[in-house]
């Protein structure tokens, strides 16, 4: 079965860098969601689109966008990185507003130096 | 403020034993409880979910326990292999279109031969 892609699988960094990461939801898939998980914590998260609209919007710094796009995919842009910016980013999809299972993809480790 | 306390922060099991893992929420209006396993470098995968309606889930050798008066859940892994040695996470969420996952900070189990 089709799982959640992301990319880059890692993205190394300098401070005061812009990164942009991509989620591919699960085909159908019209929800999808962004966590942030620090080295040895739980994921945080951060902002989540359905049908292409903003739905709920976590500790996302200013710094950070996001968008969702026709074809449902995501991504994130991410500036003037900090170093307190590295982690794992996960992406997680689910069928519709009301979908209770989200699967997660496999997450970009960013690191910025 | 962790809405949702997860303890112990590791637990070490013996081959063939029981991994216990307990969760503690705050907000009342949550209605749906899933229970995460991760593997390093891997993003978390979905291993079993409860809604509040009910008091207990097994599904193989995984079992949650749900107590809502005391708004707490437990996840039961019977005949512990160490294959299951993992990041566990429990997590909870509101499924009113919004469903972003609260979670737990997890409980890092290592099952011993």
């Not at chain 1, 962004?34 to 994921?43: A, E, R, S, T, V």
């Not at chain 1, 945080?44 to 950070?64: N, T």
């Not at chain 2, 503690?24 to 749906?32: G, Q, R």
Request: aromatic share 12%; proline share 6%.
């Amino acid at each position: 079965a089709a799982g959640v892609i992301q990319s880059p699988r890692h993205l190394i960094k300098e401070k005061r860098e812009t990164a942009t990461l991509k989620c591919y939801p699960i085909p159908r898939h019209d929800t999808v969601y962004w966590y942030q998980q620090g080295p040895g914590q739980d994921p945080q998260f951060l902002i989540s689109f359905y049908e292409k609209m903003q739905s709920d919007k976590g500790s996302i710094p200013d710094r950070f966008s996001a968008q969702q796009f026709s074809d449902y995919h995501s991504e994130l842009n991410m500036s003037s990185l900090e170093l307190g910016d590295s982690a794992l980013y996960f992406c997680a999809s689910s069928f519709g507003l009301a979908g209770e299972t989200q699967y997660f993809g496999p997450g970009t480790r960013l690191l910025v130096l | 403020q962790q809405q949702v306390k997860q303890s112990p922060q590791s637990l070490i099991v013996q081959k063939g034993g029981i991994s216990i893992i307990n969760c503690a929420y705050e907000n009342t209006a949550f209605d749906y409880f899933p229970w995460y396993q991760q593997f390093p470098g891997k993003g978390p995968a979905l291993l079993i979910a409860i809604r509040p309606d009910v008091s207990e889930k097994k599904e193989g050798r995984f079992t949650i326990s749900f107590n809502k008066s005391a708004k707490q859940f437990s996840l039961h892994i019977m005949d512990s292999q160490p294959g299951d040695s993992a990041t566990y996470f429990c997590a909870a969420t509101l499924l009113n279109g919004y469903n972003k996952l609260i979670f737990g900070a997890g409980t890092r189990l290592a099952v011993h031969p």
